[in-house]
């Protein structure tokens, strides 16, 4: 667990359903749940798909600051990643995302190693013109990338978790990911960082080695 399903209730008629679920285990015991009652409505338009209205990235040692960002449209979800090397005591880096006249959220921190890599989020209530973006680390002096996202027809962040390792390839489970949602990762590898190979399905938006 937690174990998660999706239902397409385009292939059920409108109205009351009932749902439950059952499990087994290796023994072959069957546990079924208590029903419940949903009613099945598909009269509404289709969700319209997500997609990138614009992307900016800084590099470089310190406080890093992203070029200015311009949306064309007014209700953009504004996501940042960060990725900002540190000292090798466990919990001991962080950042902080300001600027573009937005409010900014922390949405995941993971920093059980070296460096941190962060979530951040905001929502625009207005079209972005060269708005720019900042992540300022606690501890300065080391490298950092900070890339900035506009997503159109996004509602705004759902599952989000944190992993580390002292080595291996970068890994995480998300669970219960809605349907047309997207996945996104920011990571580091502070003390070897090597290029990544994405699997099938997978894309690298930006990389450096440096951190």
């Known amino acids: 667990p937690p174990f998660a399903s999706t239902w397409d209730t385009r292939s059920a008629s ?14 072959g015991n069957i546990g079924t749940s208590p029903p419940v009652a949903v009613t099945v409505d598909n009269s509404g338009p289709t969700p319209a798909l997500i997609t990138i209205d614009a992307m900016v990235n800084a590099r470089g040692s310190g406080t890093l600051a992203a070029p200015g960002l311009t949306t064309p449209n007014s209700d953009d979800l504004i996501v940042a990643f960060v990725s900002h090397g540190g000292p090798s005591a466990p919990s001991s880096q962080s950042s902080a995302v300001t600027g573009g006249g937005l409010s900014w959220t922390l949405v995941k921190r993971s920093n059980t190693q070296a460096g941190v890599s962060e979530i951040w989020e905001a929502k625009a209530t207005g079209k972005l013109t060269n708005a720019v973006v900042t992540a300022t680390p606690l501890v300065n002096g080391y490298s950092g990338m900070l890339t900035v996202i506009a997503y159109a027809n996004a509602s705004g962040t759902g599952v989000a978790a944190a992993s580390g390792a002292p080595g291996g390839a970068p890994d995480i489970y998300l669970p219960g990911v809605s349907p047309g949602s997207w996945c996104f990762a920011a990571g580091n590898d502070v003390d070897q960082a090597v290029a990544r190979t994405p699997v099938a399905g997978q894309v690298i938006q930006q990389e450096w080695l440096d951190i």
């Not at 409108?14 to 023994?27: N, S």
């Open 14 to 27: 409108p109205g009351q359903h009932t749902v439950a679920a059952r499990a087994a285990d290796a023994a």
